[in-house]
């Protein structure tokens, strides 16, 4: 009796999942049949939306549903982040996730979102490929000049970052401790501000994109470029690996990801589109434009990528002893 | 540059913006931009963002063409609302309200509105000239100053906005100190401090220029007004004649003139610029002038040469934007956006790279000028109509579109909630005759000073001598001395008087 009753529940149970099922197909195979929003933690007219424009504009032809930006700018990108958390797991709320909102925010301050739990992550949206640039007026003319520079002259030269717990710092951070090099952080208010005291060198470096079109102007120099690969418009310019400081890039990367909950389903639907998306040459003409690429991954390789990079993040802020307030 | 290389430059521009089409989007521009301008809160910003996904199927040049006439477009409307309803739509009209709000209440918004437009149309002209001549050296210009320059200006800047007040310096010094100090909320850049955030994070980045702006302006207002029933009336006189006499253009043309120079080359700063160029260039109309005691009760100087400063230093902003591909404020970003969704990468190459589009846009502008006071002189009989709305049912026009302006900023109900708790502050110092624009150029400059002062110090490893050797520096402090000087003098010897008397 006992185990009928169970057997009972348990076959009603299975039901009920496979009518939830059914439905969940149901609702997976119309995805998306209404607009999708896509939240950016940024104000408009920066790097994130600069890869978010193109990203909304071939998600919205693919689907046939518009992807519209909604930017929630503020607070170092938390705002945001917390607002794409706390939006319903149903697939109509996607966010563009800076590296830094999920690696390097939750381990300085006290964030409203976990960066693993509150998320599922859907696919890559791309990683910047820059590098260190410094101010010809300084001297060295490539990055072991530069290198020794720094150690004749401890304190002297000045880095400018996007400002304080960006990866822009880290990345500074990281080479002064890879390289026992002293070198000063002055932080800027992005990094328009930055390049503004960059060229008429008030700072000697900084390690951002917007500086790779005065680098072709040849009012810059590209030391090194922190990123597996060399840049394809700056062939001639190695990577931090190649010249001898592997595991010291400090990657500056953008991901799709869905409050967590969102079935997955859905979640493999976008996906499958997206990786797509980011194998067709117009999407990575686009995207080298911006000085992105975009490698594609499975949502279960982006939870690896993201917990080594959480790992990886935290050893360097300790070592570096970073801090906020 | 050669005179015949710019000629060649100018006439390749002007055959790209006179195509019929570039023209349509310039004049879409312009009518979106004095629109948005028109109606306080909601800013050119916001408007680019929201229309940037649609300038994917545009042209670049029409794309460009038409985000830049949003831009200046808003300049114009901007000083509509600043004159007629004592509402600043945008950062670089503040000063507009301090005369153009008086002469509206005098009967004469007609003048001030026609003098705004035409401030603003010669200026415009002017720094068109400007960008198509000295882009490449006022670059230059502006790359010569350093924190520690940036730091001297600012106080320079704080101590005009002293001399802006009109009663008493005891009170506006009160007032620029608590705008500095409003302007301290937020994240600490050096540090990553949160200062009196109290947890709320749409505090993260400090108080939003807009809803205290609204508050301080808008709703104060509207309570004064309700408040008391000799104001109600928005007009206190009759409506005398919708365009200036020729005393008024007589008294006006050397004020633009004085402004269009000053806000041209303020402009081509970044940070607050525009908002210096408008403000000194009342500063200088109200010093020269021989009756500085008509300033802040309906002085058309006090309109005409802050009107012209600030659409000069909206248009130079984009000199650093066009020749360095850096943005001096937030809509030069989003022109940056702009540029990049159609693959043009903004820096020093575009002006070799796409000499159409750059010197297409650059006429683009002497284009959208001259549309937009064909536009606007005809307009100032409809919105001069406005005043004769029962204010009963104006004030709540004017306070539903503040909300939905300030919503549209971040998309943050709390900022629509900073409006109220300004509004009353604004009441409060309307009963205490204290008046707020030296508190917003406190609230603005307060916090670049500080930037800028930490940034330099930093830069010289701790040392402060640095301001004074900096010669670009130690000429602004000196300034800031010699017109302190001259501002406090007086007021010593008053007081002194006064205390003799007794």
């Known amino acids: 009796m006992k185990r009928r009753t169970l057997l009972g529940v348990g076959a009603g149970v299975a039901a009920a999942a496979i009518v939830r099922h059914g439905t969940a197909r149901a609702q997976v195979q119309n995805y998306p049949d209404k607009p999708v929003k896509l939240i950016l933690p940024y104000a408009p007219g920066g790097a994130t939306d600069m890869i978010g424009r193109p990203w909304a504009d071939k998600l919205s032809q693919a689907f046939g549903q518009q992807f519209v930006i909604e930017n929630r700018g503020g607070a170092g990108g938390l705002i945001g982040t917390e607002a794409a958390a706390k939006s319903p797991p149903d697939g109509y709320t996607l966010f563009l996730a800076p590296s830094a909102a999920l690696t390097v925010l939750p381990l300085l301050r006290k964030t409203p979102y976990d960066p693993v739990k509150s998320f599922a992550p859907i696919a890559r949206a791309g990683d910047l490929v820059c590098g260190f640039v410094l101010n010809p007026a300084v001297g060295p003319k490539n990055f072991q000049e530069t290198l020794a520079y720094a150690k004749a002259n401890p304190g002297k030269l000045a880095y400018g970052s996007a400002g304080l717990a960006t990866a822009s710092q880290l990345r500074l951070e990281m080479l002064k401790y890879r390289t026992q090099t002293d070198i000063l952080h002055v932080p800027y208010r992005g990094s328009a501000d930055a390049l503004n005291d960059l060229l008429p060198n008030n700072v000697q470096m900084m390690n951002e994109i917007n500086v790779l079109p005065h680098v072709k102007a040849g009012k810059l120099i590209l030391l090194n470029i922190n990123y597996p690969t060399r840049h394809w418009d700056f062939p001639d310019v190695p990577t931090l690996t190649e010249l001898g400081y592997p595991d010291s890039d400090v990657p500056i990367w953008y991901s799709f990801q869905a409050p967590a909950g969102t079935p997955p389903a859905i979640i493999e639907k976008l996906n499958l589109k997206m990786n797509e998306i980011a194998a067709t040459d117009d999407m990575k003409v686009k995207a080298r434009m911006i000085n992105v690429v975009i490698p594609p991954q499975t949502p279960e390789q982006m939870t690896q990528h993201l917990l080594a990079d959480i790992k990886a993040t935290d050893v360097l802020i300790k070592a570096a002893n970073v801090k906020l307030e | 540059m050669e005179l015949s290389d710019l000629l060649s430059n100018l006439s390749l521009g002007f055959s790209v913006a006179a195509k019929p089409l570039n023209l349509v989007w310039c004049l879409m521009g312009a009518l979106i931009g004095t629109a948005i301008g028109v109606l306080p809160g909601v800013g050119p910003v916001a408007t680019m963002a929201l229309l940037l996904p649609t300038t994917y199927y545009l042209p670049p040049e029409g794309a460009l063409i038409m985000l830049a006439g949003i831009y200046y477009g808003a300049q114009y409307g901007g000083s509509t609302t600043a004159i007629l309803i004592n509402l600043p739509g945008e950062s670089s009209s503040v000063v507009t309200v301090l005369d153009g709000y008086q002469m509206a209440r005098q009967g004469r918004a007609g003048a001030a509105l026609a003098i705004a437009a035409i401030g603003s149309f010669f200026a415009g002209c002017v720094a068109t000239v400007a960008i198509a001549v000295a882009a490449p050296p006022l670059t230059q210009l502006a790359q010569q100053f350093g924190p520690a320059d940036y730091c001297s200006l600012m106080v320079l800047g704080l101590v005009f906005a002293i001399v802006l007040a009109r009663g008493s310096v005891m009170k506006a010094l009160a007032m620029v100190f608590l705008g500095m100090l409003l302007g301290l909320v937020g994240t600490d850049v050096n540090t990553g401090n949160l200062r009196f955030t109290f947890g709320i994070s749409d505090l993260f980045d400090g108080i939003g220029f807009v809803p205290l702006v ?289």
């Open chain 2, 214 to 502: 609204m508050g301080l302006f808008g709703m104060a207002e509207i309570m004064a007004n309700m408040t008391n029933e000799e104001r109600r009336d928005l007009v206190t006189s009759r409506v005398t004649g919708l365009l200036p006499t020729w005393a008024d253009i007589k008294a006006s043309t050397a004020p633009i003139l004085r402004g269009t120079a000053l806000g041209g080359l303020l402009g081509i700063l970044p940070g607050g610029g525009a908002v210096l160029a408008s403000f000194s260039a009342y500063t200088l109309e109200k010093k020269l002038s021989r009756t500085p005691e008509r300033f802040g009760r309906g002085a058309i100087e006090g309109v005409a040469a802050p009107e012209a400063a600030n659409n000069a230093a909206a248009q130079t902003s984009f000199i650093p934007m066009l020749t360095l591909g850096i943005p001096s404020n937030a809509v030069m970003a989003m022109m940056i956006g702009g540029m990049m969704i159609h693959g043009i990468v903004p820096g020093p190459q575009v002006m070799q790279d796409r000499p159409g589009l750059f010197w297409g846009m650059i006429a683009s502008m002497w284009f959208g000028n001259l549309m937009l006071i064909v536009l606007n002189l005809p307009m100032i009989g409809l919105w001069t109509r406005m005043l004769l709305v029962p204010y009963r049912l104006l004030s709540i026009a004017i306070l539903f579109f503040c909300c939905i302006g300030v919503y549209s900023l971040n998309n943050s109900a709390n900022e629509v909630l900073f409006i109220a708790i300004f509004g009353l502050l604004g009441y409060l110092f309307f009963k205490l005759d204290c008046e707020p624009a030296p508190l917003l150029l406190g609230f603005i400059l307060g916090p670049l000073l500080e930037v800028y002062m930490r940034r330099a110090m930093l830069l010289s490893r701790g040392d402060a001598m640095v301001f004074l050797t900096r010669p670009l520096s130690a000429a602004f402090l000196g300034l800031a001395v010699v017109l302190l000087v001259i501002v406090v003098l007086p007021n010593i010897r008053k007081a002194r008087e006064v205390a003799f008397v007794e």
